[in-house]
């Protein structure tokens, strides 16, 4: 953890409501903001030396964001109802992306692909390049909120063709919807039909995790519970009951899955026998995100304060301070 000193990335003129941090070693940060711009951060230049650039476009206020694999291409979504693709280096929009009914949740690049949600009850596939929608994935009956991507640990097989072509050859691939009409759905992304749909949570689904190398996925719902899919045939193998209100946010780390809850507290999991290991306390408020790295379980809480914690023990090892608002979003 360093010495727990504060470098402060002066940005929008609200509040922060997303980021993402690169994949490939960097100190490249993104973050997308309440006023509908976007901005991207060098996490280790000098005191108020950081802004890389400012990325403005977006009609209203962005609500996700992620940086590509490789870092040269950042994507926000926004309540404009659009998603936008932009380039890291420039920080030049590059392409637009047209054609949702509602505002945009969730953003997720995968290859020359775009996944988007959306309140109109869809999920897309954009070709990043063109900026045309590949697919429509409809079948909810209310907004979809988050998204993921599972590939079978046999491998997606690659291919070097355009962007809906490599599509209809993709027969590995699933796309995983979570919605407030409480159903978890997998997308083809070959046909985009609705290859299966889980059901069990009474409330809306708030986050999903995958376990590729075990082909289960776990959702977290506004029903308090947290429950564990079999992706092959769609059972619900476990129900995780401890939490008392709403799932926040979920991540798999070590065999291990954390959840945060609105409950004020955050909980390790043993993933495959389902058993509460640990239960990290006191938040005075919403866990409304967390991160695990090397040993330390990360959160951000709506009392204003990150904390980290001994992820085996439990201990609270720091608590940092400076916050005037809730902490929506952390990266490590």
């Not at 309440?34 to 206020?61: N, V």
């Not at 495959?272 to 040993?295: I, N």
Request: aromatic share 6%; proline share 2%.
């Amino acid at each position: 953890m360093g010495t727990g000193r504060t470098r402060i990335l002066v940005g929008p003129t609200g509040g922060v409501n997303c980021m993402s941090a690169g994949e490939d070693g960097s100190a490249l940060l993104l973050t997308g903001g309440e006023d509908g711009s976007a901005a991207l951060w060098d996490a280790e230049a000098p005191q108020g030396q950081g802004r890389r650039a400012t990325l403005r476009g977006h009609e209203g206020y962005i609500t996700h964001c992620a940086l590509a694999a490789d870092g040269a291409r950042a994507f926000t979504c926004s309540a404009d109802r659009t998603a936008r693709c932009w380039d890291v280096q420039s920080g030049h929009c590059l392409q637009v992306y047209r054609g949702h009914a509602g505002v945009v949740n969730r953003v997720v690049p995968h290859a020359g692909w775009l996944f988007s949600s959306s309140y109109d009850k869809t999920a897309r596939c954009w070709d990043t390049r063109t900026g045309d929608a590949l697919r429509v994935f409809a079948g909810h009956r209310s907004c979809v909120l988050p998204l993921a991507l599972y590939c079978p640990p046999k491998g997606e097989r690659r291919s070097s063709s355009a962007a809906l072509a490599a599509l209809e050859e993709n027969t590995t691939l699933l796309l995983m919807s979570g919605s407030v009409d409480g159903t978890v759905r997998l997308w083809r992304l070959s046909s985009g039909a609705c290859a299966r749909t889980l059901r069990g949570h009474q409330g809306p689904v708030l986050c999903l995790a995958v376990d590729a190398s075990n082909g289960a996925l776990y959702s977290g719902g506004a029903d308090g519970t947290v429950r564990k899919w079999d992706l092959s045939s769609g059972q619900q193998l476990r129900s995780y009951t401890e939490h008392t209100d709403l799932v926040i946010c979920l991540q798999l780390a070590n065999r291990h899955l954390y959840s945060g809850s609105s409950d004020g507290t955050a909980r390790r999991w043993l993933s495959e026998v389902g058993g509460c290991a640990r239960v990290y306390r006191p938040h005075k408020h919403t866990v409304s995100t967390l991160r695990y790295h090397d040993g330390i379980l990360f959160t951000g809480s709506g009392d204003t304060l990150a904390r980290a914690f001994d992820a085996r023990s439990g201990a609270l090892k720091r608590t940092f301070k400076g916050h005037t608002g809730i902490i929506n979003c952390l990266e490590v």
